[in-house]
């Protein structure tokens, strides 16, 4: 029953911003939450992940740029993205799980099912 939609992306020149948001419909508080990225030719990578109690955590290569957030009424994810780079560009992806363990960076580690959204685009031009 968990939905997840991406919104927000776009097409931005280095040094922009952009916020995506997240629609998480079947999703609860307690659920671990996060932001994934993959470019393509590249392996993907997390980018940022929210636990239960609130706690957040950043792969090293977003750190004091981008911020994750959580709107437990309306049951929404955002991302924060400042200073973009180039190396940003990548479809992002919106993730939720109902338990998990932290795992470092932007990565979680969960033995339950893990939900995507459907991604949106964000491209980054120098």
């Known amino acids: 029953q968990v939905h997840l939609v991406e919104s927000g992306g776009g097409s931005v020149q280095s040094g922009g911003s952009l916020r995506l948001s997240c629609t998480a419909s079947g999703t609860y508080s307690t659920y671990c939450m996060g932001w994934s990225r993959q470019a393509p030719g590249k392996q993907r990578e997390g980018v940022a992940v929210?636990?239960?109690?609130?706690?957040?955590n950043y792969a090293d290569s977003v750190k004091g740029r981008f911020t994750i957030s959580r709107d437990n009424t309306k049951i929404t994810l955002f991302l924060e993205m400042n200073s973009l780079k180039a190396d940003d560009t990548a479809m992002y992806y919106c993730?939720?799980?109902?338990?998990?363990?932290?795992?470092?960076?932007?990565?979680?580690?969960?033995?339950?099912?893990?939900?995507w959204g459907q991604g949106t685009q964000v491209t980054v031009s120098s």
């Open positions: 929210i636990y239960s109690d609130g706690s957040t």
């Open positions: 993730t939720a799980a109902p338990t998990c363990v932290r795992s470092g960076g932007g990565n979680y580690a969960t033995r339950s099912r893990i939900y």
